[in-house]
């Protein structure tokens, strides 16, 4: 989700004040040749492409210059939470995880500031105090459909790519000197693979395409292990996970009169399953499997100090059912006080459960 600032008339005058590609991959590269320090960025709660694309940029630009550790030209700055596994990634190359609303540490002052797969104030609030005063100082490399434009004159914008990756993947190759990312070394090419894999649903979403492919097979030709990063990703659910998905697909309503599947999680299923808040991540797309369903979400009751609210997911299949289009679910959202995506969006609203799946089915179309 991103915030789009308001552009002043004269702004809008100026070409690169809207959010467009400014630059190129080779630029980029010598761009970052010019800078003796560089501090790498992303968006909050760094995912596989995050984590990816800023790492393998970050360990192109050290074996460059054949730095390595406490004394690395480029670091990584993280804003928790962190995958468990994207630590473990991210090891041995230097990085600083922020834990928000901790501020990013002020005390350093690099040359060039890279700002991977988001440009967004909203994405980068626990950098915004940081890169503020030093915004002539940073590029950004997205993938993002919107942004926040003022952040950077230099953006490497590609928004027809599935992954952030795949615009750093050639930035990476530039800085190298090679001719396609088949020679990347492998601790390089295995994080561009990382975030291809994971921004695609591991190759399964509408965003997969020829390219996606092709950059795929280079990096499996640099040596990525497709099999252990699988196991990596997905294959390391702890058991409260599984009985909280138990409890879910137990939940699930079939909504025939509009094509949805809707499941529900109690605060008790939490509690009984020992299962923590972010162990229901990916059911929403179980339901999906069903051939004439078009829509899912699930429903978590929540309680913060304000009292008990429910957090819904809605997700939507990209394919046409029935001459019907798909579901818009950021609009079906948008009535319930939330938003996001076409089709990946949420909401948090402030009531029960059963109040809420009643709001929901109303919303739908
Ligand atoms: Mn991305």
Known sequence: MTTQSSQSASQKEDPSSIWTNTTDAKAVADWIDSKETLVLLTHTKPDGDALGSTLALARAINLKRGTTGAVSAAEC??????????????????????????PAPAVLDPDGI???????????????????????????IDHHLQGNSEISTRRLLDTTAAAAVQPTAEVCCHLLGLDNASQL????????????????GWFKHSNV?????????????????????????????????LKLMARALESLEIIKDKNAAIMTLTLE??????????????????????????????????????????????????????????????????KLGGGGHARASGAKVRHGLEQTKKLLIEALP
Not at 116 to 140: H, M, N, Y
Not at 234 to 239: A, S
Not at 293 to 305: M, S, Y
Request: proline share 10%.
């Open 77 to 102: 700055w993280y804003a928790a939470p962190m995958p468990e596994w994207g630590a473990k990634m991210a090891v041995p190359t230097k990085f600083r995880l922020i834990n928000p609303p901790q």
């Open 114 to 140: 890279i700002i991977c797969d988001t440009g967004s104030w909203s994405q980068l609030a626990p950098f915004k105090e940081f890169l503020e005063p030093r915004l002539d100082k940073t590029v950004i």
């Open 185 to 200: 070394p492998v601790d390089i090419a295995t994080p561009l693979y990382v975030g291809l894999a994971t921004d695609t």
């Open 209 to 241: 395409n020829g390219r996606v492919m092709h950059l795929a097979g280079e990096l499996l030709d640099a040596g990525v292990n497709h099999s252990n990063l699988f196991a990596m990703l997905y294959q390391r659910d702890r058991t409260p996970r």
């Open 269 to 334: 299923d939490f509690k009984a399953t020992k299962a923590a808040p972010g162990d229901s991540g990916g059911f929403v797309d179980i339901p999906q499997s069903i051939e004439a369903i078009r829509v899912v979400a699930i429903l978590n009751e929540q309680h913060d100090p304000e009292g008990t609210f429910t957090k819904i997911s809605l997700r939507s299949k990209p394919t046409e059912w029935d001459g019907q289009p798909p579901v818009d679910v950021n609009a079906v959202c948008q």
